[in-house]
């Protein structure tokens, strides 16, 4: 199996930022998606970001897009998340999974998840 474990969460002021690191070992399928969620207390499971591992090709959610950048180092394998302009609303774990498909963003297409990172915004 792939294993993610993801590190890098803390809290941050608004208007902050933040780089999130998801480090994969274990088998990777090549041309896998790895991807980036968050869950709020009470809300459903958000895809934010995704990126294909042999391409590098990117894809945003609208909430996050212009402040969050998704990016990988295929030699260390890892994938990272810089959060810029963060927002009290950003509060919420967060989490990297890895996909076969390549291009997804739903939840239920994602085989592996890390155990998550918390990300708190104070106002």
């Known amino acids: 199996q792939v294993q993610l474990v993801e590190s890098g969460g803390g809290l941050v002021q608004a208007g902050g930022s933040l780089r999130l690191s998801c480090a994969v070992s274990?088998?990777?399928?090549?041309?896998?998606?790895i991807g980036w969620f968050r869950q709020a207390p009470g809300k459903e499971r958000e895809f934010l970001t995704g990126?294909?591992?042999?391409?590098?090709?990117?894809s945003y959610a609208d909430s996050v897009k212009g402040r969050f950048t998704i990016s990988r180092d295929n030699a260390k394998n890892t994938v990272y998340l810089q959060m810029n302009s963060l927002k009290p609303q950003d509060t919420a774990d967060y989490y990297c999974?890895?996909?076969?498909?390549?291009?997804?963003?739903?939840?239920?297409?994602?085989?592996?998840w890390g155990q998550g990172t918390q990300v708190t915004v104070s106002s």
């Open positions: 999974a890895a996909s076969r498909s390549l291009i997804s963003s739903s939840v239920t297409d994602y085989d592996y």
């Open positions: 274990g088998r990777t399928f090549s041309g896998n998606r």
């Open positions: 990126i294909t591992w042999s391409g590098g090709i990117t």
